[in-house]
């Protein structure tokens, strides 16, 4: 079976372009988690959806950082415009469930803002 | 205070040792517990969940105290292969649901 995938790999582009970053969970997961991880503030929840609608957006850092899920094999992580600040590895995890159920991550999606 | 610490480490040890690390949490409501492994340049991936009565698979044994609130992770026999940064994972339902990382603990096991 496939994992979560998520495009792309890499990402490297110019202060103030627009980015989106892609992901498919897991067929069959209802929750869905956008996660972004730096040296310096580890592994951070930015977003989570249910059933495609988001749940809680409160790691989302500032209004330039959107997420859209808009069927349940596909969601979108857009960041306009990006600064340097936003470099990071941003994760997609999918899961069956929020609390006792195990999160799969994909590959993650290494973001170099310049 | 973090909601989730960990001693960052890194934790130097020699094939066959056994090593334990610990992760503390502040929140009560906090209900799952889990611990995931992190490869150099890739994702984490589960290693186990933590449940209250303790629970082992193969050289690695997980512990949960809920009075002190923190976890434990124990590997026996260390391989080189465990070499690699091991996440506490925290859930907990406040409201609405939050799950908190910590910052993971580092080790290197040496021939």
């Known amino acids: 079976d496939a994992g979560v995938i998520q495009s792309p790999r890499h990402e490297v582009t110019e202060m103030g372009q627009e980015v989106t970053l892609r992901c498919k969970p897991i067929?069959?997961?209802?929750?869905l988690f956008w996660y972004r991880q730096t040296m310096m503030r580890g592994l951070e929840l930015l977003i989570y959806f249910n059933n495609n609608v988001p749940i809680d957006d409160s790691g989302m850092p500032e209004d330039r950082f959107s997420a859209k899920m808009p069927n349940a094999s596909f969601s979108t992580l857009k960041i306009q415009p990006s600064e340097p600040r936003d470099s990071a590895v941003y994760f997609c995890?999918?899961?069956?469930?929020?609390?006792?159920?195990?999160?799969?991550f994909g590959p993650g999606t290494r973001l170099t803002v310049l | 205070r973090k909601e989730v610490e960990q001693d960052p480490g890194p934790f130097n040890v020699p094939e066959g040792a056994t090593v334990a690390f610990n992760c503390t949490y502040s929140?009560?409501?906090?209900?799952?517990f889990f611990w995931y492994r992190q490869d150099c340049r890739k994702e984490p991936k589960l290693l186990m969940s933590v449940y209250s009565s303790g629970n082992e698979d193969g050289r690695f044994t997980a512990q949960l105290n809920r009075a002190s609130q923190y976890i434990s992770l124990l590997i026996r026999d260390s391989k080189l292969s465990d070499s690699a940064t091991y996440l506490c994972?925290?859930?907990?339902?406040?409201?609405?649901?939050?799950?908190?990382f910590g910052a993971g603990t580092r080790l290197f096991v040496k021939a």
């Open positions: 994972v925290v859930n907990m339902r406040t409201g609405g649901f939050k799950t908190i």
């Open positions: 929140n009560s409501a906090s209900q799952s």
């Open positions: 067929s069959g997961h209802d929750y």
């Open positions: 995890a999918s899961s069956g469930g929020p609390i006792i159920n195990e999160q799969f």
